[in-house]
């Protein structure tokens, strides 16, 4: 991976003898003017303060602690105050600086008094030390505003960028160093639930929990990784906090991960969850087909089939004469032979097969002829013709040959999407794409297909569902239907879940998703993306977001909101839990 670039300041040193950038000259100067004239003035008038306000300021560079520390002397200033009594601190605070302020408002009568200043100091031993309550106070305000003002990440006054870190290079602390190991061995022991959402990891740079809420999660939410397994890590924390919450999840798997079937399987064993799980093993079968009318059945069949090479007229054919299959066996379930949905709809894809069986829909059915008519024009349209004869008869033939085309039947236990989200339940897809090739793409896209119609019924009847879906390796799904997802998400009350190695499919979903988390070294285009998306206001600070970005530890990620409160949470680690 490349080193990050440089920002334009650091490409472009300014040569001798140019003028500045306008303005900050002037700025400069004024700075120092305040700044040589409240040194004078505290000379004068608050030798105290000024000397424990040096000695605070050097103690806080020296010992890199967070500002918060000056809160002890001005503790301690308080309630030495307090306990003399404000108003003989305040009086001792102003002895000093009366007997100077007298001194000096005699020379103009006096001149010669502008060679013996000394005598305007004289007892300073006894009213320096009556300054001291108050001057504790002053010293530790003065303090902290210049620890504000000087702060890394601040150019010439100018606030640190919303998001990042406002006081960066400081040392932990005790407290921060105490809240992290909680926070740590909270995690460790699977606590990823929180008030409002859950706990992705530890945020290290305040050793709090990194947390997101259900309510920014409803958005969309975009994990990318520099390999699977590093996304799955990530998104990992919001399925284990749903089946806590006993929200229905849904996790389609088009990556096969071993690791994410026994951790998923793991967690709902550990709370007690119903989990239906498909895979080449099984246990559970998957048909949706049954479940809706024939035109929505041929929909999804249409949406397993790949049809890359096909014109639109043939796609639209093809179209056609699936729903006509799907007509006819929903009318004729005694002409068709019993069995799975795919092996009686194979055998309807050859024209003559499909008159016959239409021939078999009883005569009392008011919609026959009309289903008649429908039969003649798909079954004698050449572009279905070719449509069949191209793609639909070779590509559902193949996956009812396949380890997981067996599974396409009914059977007791059987995943249900739609049931699953009634009951609160669980379902998991396992389909290794690399390994079982177009089969384990196909019932990917079923599955999404099947998920989306869920949603759109439940939008349509105007219900909600407490429910996250989740989608790993979305790389090799559609992007359309990725979108209809992402669009039917907040429309349903649905947390939808997109993860991701591909940099190039992570920038195609980024700038919908309400929530993006990046986990290890990010790719540089990704990485300036997401610092975009982020709206830094200056350029230098969308530079330093995605030079963080490509420098994450394996173990690192970032989380990018985008709610109506955006945050930007760096520097974030993962903590592996049993």
Request: contains cysteine.
């Amino acid at each position: 991976m490349s080193a990050p670039t440089a920002s334009a300041a650091d490409r472009l040193p300014r040569r001798p003898g140019l003028p500045g950038r306008p303005g900050r000259s002037g700025r400069a100067e004024l700075t120092a003017a305040i700044g040589v004239a409240a040194v004078l003035t505290q000379l004068l008038f608050a030798q105290a303060t000024l000397v424990l306000a040096v000695f605070a300021v050097l103690t806080g560079r020296v010992s890199r602690w967070r500002p918060g520390w000056l809160a002890a002397p001005a503790a301690a200033g308080a309630v030495w105050a307090t306990a003399i009594g404000l108003g003989r601190a305040g009086a001792g605070f102003a002895a000093g600086p009366r007997r100077v302020a007298a001194y000096l408002g005699g020379m103009p009568g006096h001149p010669a008094r502008l060679l013996h200043l000394s005598a305007a100091f004289s007892g300073m031993q006894h009213w320096v030390f009556r300054q001291l309550p108050l001057a504790l106070l002053a010293a530790a305000a003065e303090a902290a505003i210049l620890a504000w003002w000087h702060q890394p990440g601040r150019r010439g006054g100018q606030a640190p960028a919303a998001g990042l870190s406002p006081w960066p290079g400081y040392r932990p602390g005790l407290l921060h160093a105490i809240a992290r190991r909680q926070t740590e061995a909270a995690l460790s022991g699977g606590s990823v639930v929180s008030r409002d959402g859950c706990r992705l990891g530890l945020d290290s740079p305040t050793g709090r929990p990194a947390g997101l809420s259900w309510a920014d999660a409803r958005g969309g939410v975009l994990v990318t990784g520099a390999d699977r397994q590093a996304a799955a890590r990530a998104g990992f924390p919001l399925a284990w906090a749903a089946i806590r919450r006993r929200k229905s999840v849904i996790v389609i798997d088009l990556t096969g991960s071993a690791w994410l079937g026994g951790s998923l399987t793991a967690v709902t064993q550990a709370a007690d969850a119903p989990l239906r799980r498909f895979s080449p093993a099984g246990p559970a079968c998957y048909e949706p087909f049954r479940s809706y009318p024939p035109p929505r059945a041929a929909g999804l069949v249409a949406a397993m089939i790949d049809w890359t090479g096909l014109s639109q007229e043939q796609r639209r054919a093809g179209q056609n004469y699936l729903t006509a299959a799907c007509a006819v066996l929903a009318a004729a379930p005694v002409a068709s032979p019993p069995g799975p949905v795919l092996d009686r709809l194979s055998l309807l894809l050859e024209p003559a097969v499909l008159r016959q069986a239409t021939a078999g829909v009883p005569g009392h059915l008011p919609h026959r002829e009309a289903l008649v008519r429908r039969v003649a024009a798909a079954a004698d349209d050449p572009p279905a013709q070719a449509a069949v004869a191209a793609v639909l008869h070779e590509q559902l033939e193949l996956l009812r040959a396949s380890a997981l085309g067996r599974w396409l039947r009914p059977s007791a236990q059987i995943v249900s999407l739609g049931q699953v989200v009634r009951d609160r339940g669980g379902a998991a897809f396992s389909l290794d794409c690399a390994s079982h090739g177009a089969p384990a793409a196909m019932i990917g896209r079923l599955a999404v297909a099947d998920l989306a119609a869920v949603l759109r019924d439940l939008r349509d009847q105007q219900l909600r569902a407490d429910c996250v879906a989740w989608v790993h390796g979305c790389e090799q799904a559609s992007r359309s239907a990725l979108a209809e997802l992402a669009a039917l998400g907040p429309l349903t009350g649905t947390t939808v879940v997109l993860s991701t190695a591909s940099a190039a499919a992570a920038a195609s979903l980024a700038p919908a998703a309400g929530v993006v988390v990046t986990a290890g070294p990010a790719d540089p285009e990704l990485a300036s993306q997401v610092a975009a998306l982020a709206e830094l206001r200056d350029e230098g600070a969308r530079q330093a977001v995605a030079d963080l970005l490509c420098w994450q530890g394996e173990d690192e990620f970032a989380v990018l909101t985008r709610g109506r409160q955006r945050r930007f949470q760096p520097a974030c680690r993962s903590v592996a839990a049993p």
